[in-house]
């Protein structure tokens, strides 16, 4: 059994979408979030048709990751809530009622800070001079006290 602290993100992922397989998710989605937030590396969303099958998908998630990677989540909320959250450190799962997942539409966001990103990166590139040239355009001058 691999431990826990030499486990890779991604060797968590290829578990956890496993287990939900297994039980019938709903439209897994696995969103890399790496280097655009410190909170994980990964996020896997899914839905449920009901509470009892989103109760049904956390336990084999965390069932999965017991046996498989020694690892146990930290879990927040409940069915009944329409949002199960399993925090496995560098990865975290988002179980969701259908609904809570369309209002909330976490990967919209995701995609959207990745999109930001991106034109960050452009306008920051424009704007280095990559010649290392002088364009004129800086007024300040040493000042000479």
């Known amino acids: 059994?691999?431990?826990?602290?030499?486990?890779?993100?991604?060797?968590?992922?290829?578990?956890?979408?496993?287990?939900?397989d297994d039980r019938r998710a709903l439209d897994v989605d696995v969103i890399s979030v790496e280097g655009r937030t410190l909170?994980?590396?990964?996020?896997?969303?899914?839905?449920?048709?009901?509470?009892?099958?989103?109760?049904?998908?956390?336990?084999?998630?965390?069932?999965?990751?017991?046996?498989k990677a020694d690892q146990r989540a930290r879990r927040e909320g409940t069915a009944d809530a329409n949002w199960i959250l399993l925090d496995y450190g560098d990865v975290v799962v988002h179980i969701f009622s259908q609904e809570a997942r369309a209002v909330y539409d976490l990967e919209s966001l995701w995609k959207s800070t990745e999109a930001l990103r991106s034109s960050d990166a452009e306008e920051d590139l424009d704007e280095v001079d990559l010649?290392?040239?002088?364009?004129?355009?800086?007024?300040?001058?040493?000042?000479d006290g």
């Not at 099958?53 to 998630?61: F, I, T």
């Not at 010649?131 to 000042?143: F, R």
């Open 1 to 20: 059994m691999p431990s826990s602290s030499k486990l890779e993100s991604k060797e968590k992922v290829d578990i956890i979408v496993e287990a939900l």
């Open 39 to 67: 909170v994980a590396d990964y996020f896997i969303l899914t839905h449920a048709t009901s509470s009892v099958h989103q109760r049904a998908l956390a336990d084999g998630v965390m069932e999965a990751m017991e046996a």
């Open 131 to 143: 010649n290392g040239t002088d364009d004129g355009d800086d007024e300040s001058e040493p000042d």
